[in-house]
């Protein structure tokens, strides 16, 4: 909601969630649903893979591009992953944010930690699965993995379901059309926030306020 235009400073949300849980289709739900949000690409120093591009998937920079916006304190948060950085940009997101847009962000749990700390305003979305039995037979649909690796994901699911006690909000990806519609309702109400909403008080009643 943009009650007055240019008025409001955007929200950063962080969605984070189990491998399999269905992140990405809940994510282009959401999208699809408001336009006006920005989704975050991140920036990384591994190589595109067949059928990415860059910008798209990720935005591909060299090792030392990547160490230098690390020294200069150009990103959010990052992290090194089997020999390759991976990485938010604060530039972007500080950008989109001062405009009065909402940035969206698909991070794993240290990364939404490192977000939160560094951004105590970030809305933190946790995405969970109806079951750990849902969510095994999702990944065993996804016929992708071996028995083991299915099996590790789920133990790691465990993990990082523990971890959900530190966000803001818990949505059930039962379906997607209702797990997007509930983060759409979650955005809603955050922007309706009296802390947030101070200007328009004051263009009602003046400056007292």
């Not at 530190?166 to 519609?181: E, K, P, R």
Request: net charge negative; aromatic share 6%.
């Amino acid at each position: 909601m943009r009650t007055l235009a240019g008025q409001r400073k955007g929200e950063l949300i962080v969605l984070s969630g189990p491998s399999g849980v269905g992140k990405s289709t809940v994510i282009s739900e959401l999208l699809s649903s408001r336009r006006d949000i920005h989704f975050s690409v991140s920036f990384t120093t591994r190589q595109p893979r067949t059928g990415e591009a860059d910008g798209v998937n990720y935005n591909f920079v060299s090792r030392q591009e990547f160490e230098r916006m690390i020294a200069d304190d150009e990103l959010l948060e990052y992290a090194e992953y089997v020999g390759n950085y991976y990485g938010t940009s604060l530039k972007v997101i500080r950008e989109q944010l001062e405009r009065g847009v909402d940035v969206l962000l698909d991070i794993e749990v240290q990364g939404a930690a490192k977000v939160k700390e560094r951004c105590p305003e970030a809305v933190l979305i946790f995405l969970v699965p109806p079951s750990i039995e849902e969510l095994s037979r999702r990944l065993h649909r996804r016929n992708t993995d071996e028995e083991e690796t299915i099996q590790r994901r789920l133990e790691k699911a465990r993990e990082e379901c523990r971890e959900s006690v530190h966000y803001d909000y818990l949505v059930v990806n039962d379906t997607v059309v209702s797990a997007a519609g509930e983060i759409l309702s979650i955005l809603q109400a955050e922007q309706c926030r009296t802390s947030k909403m101070l200007f328009m008080i004051q263009s009602i009643v003046g400056n007292a306020c």
